[in-house]
């Protein structure tokens, strides 16, 4: 069985959904080796050493899955087998249903509510003290005198 | 009841004991049984009661346990027990019997004569005579003779087995096998007819019976059934929700001074006599030749004796008008005070306002942000961030100028939540007796003075020994002083001592302290690294799809619904773990 093998470099961290790369080269003809999964895929190729050298990611259109290059071995000259492990994240993200799935936040870089405690600062061990005074206090004094006998007029 | 023996019994409904249901243990008393190995006697019923059983003597020295009663008083499960009912003699073909630790023991299936209820006798090993079962799945019975040799085995795996033994006249063994077969092994050996006679008949076999029960007899350590503390708390049961989340309350303003006071009732005159009046007064009354003493002491001993109280208090007091004075029955119409319009004085302090959150987070919240007021003639309280926080706090005193006493209210909001009381006239000596009065209450409130301090100073060894091990981590690398006192915000405050700023300052000494109230604020210094929220994110728990939050940057996932993918069961457990990790979308 032939595949198809888009063969990329990845410029965007491991758990970026929508990843930036750029195409190295797609080849026609690749060959699944035996006993091989569609998650772990080992396939061999015909590529230039350039290409492989700048191959860390690849995309298999007959399995709709993008694979991060996990081995490289060469077989001969201009042959390789290319080992790859799926790249869940954006697969789902760009070939499945991920996008219209529900879930829950715990962490956000800007929908957050920083009322929830979850530990997420950390403290100096000094803390801030700070005073502040009510705006009216006691500022003058007063003699009270209490006699016996009713007020006389 | 001692030595109990532990029976676990299971039921299942279909032919699959490794799955069967454990139902309950039932316990048996081994002192009851003669032989020691086993005794049936007592039933643990659901409910941790004991329930003896139906236990009848025989005249073969065991105990008979008619188990139909057993089952169907122990086992509420209808369409298992109801079954075993008296007439239905293949009873006991669904009831497995397992012997676990046991190097032997039988269970014998029985019937009276009549027929109307079975009986299950366990035996034991240490009686001569009687035949071990060493294989627990076989049945095993005697078609003909006398010799425990000549076992015959079944060739179906049968659901109850037993070892036989001869007794006499009133054994029927049924046995019964997934087939459908029954096996009654009845023992008689009556004349002629001695030893085993074991025939077989086709059943009709009851949906969802035939494998009803296993019991498993064990010699495990003999177990006491505990008593639940709290079986008289009831069973636990769902509930809650439906709170009508109603956070409104009724406000609890400053209260109006009290209607009455000690110048209403005609008997006091208090007066707001300026230093020079007061002078004028002193001259008036020891020095005029105008005060009649003589007269004066018609009524009263000492002139003194009507002078009931001099004393300053802290606060300009409203006065309305002014008035001769009189002492006693004396009046000195050369002398007018301004009198004083009610024993009772309100003294607002103003508002600080605290509507502005400092973080804007739970940072401003007990426990981390600590609040202290010092209330002038009352002393210094904590005060609970959670009620001041986000509200304009005001401070209002109502002073009893007559006795000094003072209740310094605080209103949070709309509410009055705090409430000191203190004292706050300086009582002026004026005879010997006031004065003995007057130095006596100067020496007990210096007494409790020192006392806070030295309260005060027991803490003192905590906070130099924070102090110091804050300095020796500063001396190395600050950033593990950090790490080292406490990895989170709460971590740090949890070890914080709560300081005693000072006792409470009435009277005199409360004159000569701080005059304005204020607060203490202590607020934690949080620490933020540079982009923390791009890098980790911050607190979020709301419920979106995820696609909305494409170009929201990091998000980090409590639980994602992971419906309608293509992706393998490993594959969605991984990406499973990677949103809750963090993803940028």
């Known amino acids: 069985m032939g595949f198809n093998i888009r063969l990329i470099t990845n410029n965007s961290a491991d758990n970026v959904a929508d990843k930036n790369f750029t195409t190295v080269t797609t080849l026609e003809g690749g060959t699944l080796r035996d006993d091989c999964s569609i998650t772990r895929p080992t396939i061999r190729i015909t590529a230039s050493v350039e290409d492989i050298q700048k191959t860390n990611y690849f995309y298999i259109p007959q399995f709709d899955r993008y694979y991060f290059l996990t081995d490289c071995v060469s077989v001969r000259n201009g042959v390789w087998d290319i080992t790859g492990k799926t790249d869940v994240l954006t697969t789902a993200w760009d070939k499945s249903n991920l996008k219209q799935c529900t879930g829950i936040t715990k962490k956000q870089e800007k929908q957050w509510n920083l009322f929830l405690n979850d530990g997420s600062f950390k403290v100096y061990q000094n803390p801030i003290v700070t005073t502040h005074l009510f705006p009216t206090g006691f500022s003058t004094q007063s003699f009270i005198l209490a006699v016996a006998g009713s007020r006389s007029t | ?585």
């Open chain 2, 1 to 585: 009841m001692n030595d109990l023996y532990r029976y676990k019994v299971y039921y299942n409904s279909t032919d699959d004991f490794a799955n069967a249901t454990f139902l309950q243990y039932t316990y048996c008393s081994n002192d009851l049984y003669p032989f020691k190995d086993l005794g049936l006697g007592h039933l643990i019923n659901n409910d941790n009661t004991l329930t003896t059983l139906g236990l009848e003597y025989q005249s073969h020295g065991f105990f008979n346990l008619a188990f139909p009663y057993l089952f169907t008083s122990v086992a509420d499960n209808s369409k298992v027990f109801n079954v075993l009912s008296h007439f239905q003699y293949y009873v006991a073909c669904g009831i497995d019997l397992l012997y676990v630790g046991l190097a032997s023991g039988y269970i014998y299936i029985t019937t009276d004569n009549s027929d109307k209820y079975y009986s299950v006798y366990f035996y034991g090993n240490s009686a001569p005579n009687y035949g071990v079962v060493t294989s627990n799945f076989d049945l095993r019975y005697k078609s003909s003779g006398s010799s425990v040799s000549s076992w015959a085995y079944s060739v179906y795996p049968l659901r109850a087995r037993s070892g036989t033994s001869i007794q006499k006249d009133w054994l029927y063994m049924f046995f019964y096998d997934p087939s459908g077969k029954c096996f009654q092994a009845f023992i008689d050996d009556s004349a002629g007819y001695d030893g085993y006679k074991c025939t077989s008949s086709d059943l009709s076999v009851a949906p969802g019976i035939e494998s009803a029960m296993k019991i498993i007899v064990s010699n495990d350590t003999p177990y006491i059934p505990s008593t639940d503390p709290y079986d008289d708390a009831g069973e636990s049961k769902p509930g809650g929700g439906g709170g009508s989340f109603d956070d409104s309350g009724d406000d609890i303003p400053i209260p109006n001074l009290p209607a009455l006071s000690a110048a209403n009732a005609g008997f006091i005159t208090l007066f707001n006599p300026s230093v020079s009046q007061l002078n004028a007064l002193a001259r008036y009354m020891w020095t005029d030749a105008a005060f009649d003493v003589a007269n004066f002491k018609k009524i009263f001993e000492d002139p003194m004796d009507c002078i009931l109280g001099l004393s300053i208090v802290p606060i300009s007091v409203t006065t309305s008008g002014s008035a001769d004075v009189a002492i006693g029955n004396m009046l000195i119409s050369s002398i007018q005070f301004p009198v004083v319009s009610s024993q009772y004085q309100e003294f607002n302090c103003g508002s600080i306002p605290l509507t502005t959150p400092f973080f804007g987070g739970y940072l401003d919240y007990e426990p981390y942000t600590k609040i202290q007021i010092v209330v002038p003639y009352c002393g210094t309280f904590q005060i609970s961030a959670d009620d001041v926080i986000g509200k304009t706090i005001n401070l209002v005193y109502h002073i009893d100028v007559l006795t000094g006493s003072c209740v310094a209210m605080l209103k949070c909001g709309n509410s009055v939540l705090y409430q000191f009381n203190g004292s706050c006239a300086v009582n002026i000596p004026i005879n010997s007796i006031n004065y003995a009065s007057t130095i006596e209450n100067a020496t007990r409130i210096a007494v409790a003075i020192g006392t806070t301090v030295a309260t005060a100073g027991a803490a003192a060894p905590a906070i130099m020994a924070g102090g110091e091990a804050a300095g020796a981590a500063q001396a190395t690398l600050f950033n593990s002083a950090m790490t080292t006192a406490g990895a989170t915000a709460e971590g740090a405050l949890s070890m914080k001592p709560s300081i005693e700023r000072s006792g409470a300052l009435s009277s005199s000494s409360g004159m000569m302290s701080v005059q304005t109230p204020y607060i203490v604020i202590t607020r934690p210094r949080v620490c933020v690294p540079k982009n923390q929220n791009e890098i980790t994110g911050y607190p979020s728990f709301i419920t979106v799809t995820l696609g909305d939050l494409t170009g929201q940057g990091y998000t980090e996932f409590d639980s994602v619904i992971l419906s309608g993918l293509f992706l393998t069961d490993e594959e969605k457990g991984e990406l499973d773990n990677i949103l809750r990790t963090g993803v940028y979308l």
